[in-house]
């Protein structure tokens, strides 16, 4: 890791390493509500139509559900 983030501080890295993406993500990829809304709103200062799509139109969430309900997510992260 320490060449990774071209560091020798092991303070400095096991901080970035802890709040690296995949960390602050999850294990299970479904995103939240709150945070699809936030870019839609992002989106909408240049783009106004963007306004007028809810963000549950954007997600199919169906596949995800069946993976999850089937152990395979949590299967991929056993040791």
Do not use: C
Request: proline share 4%; net charge positive.
């Amino acid at each position: 890791m320490f060449r990774i983030y071209r560091s020798q501080d092991r303070g400095w890295v096991e901080h970035l390493y802890k709040n690296h993406q995949q960390h602050q993500i999850g294990r299970k990829p479904f995103p939240t509500w709150d945070g699809v809304k936030a870019m839609l709103d992002v989106m909408a200062s240049d783009t106004p139509s963007v306004k007028q799509i809810q963000a549950k139109q954007l997600f199919d969430f169906s596949v995800l559900y069946e993976l999850d309900n089937s152990g395979f997510i949590y299967n991929l992260y056993k040791k």
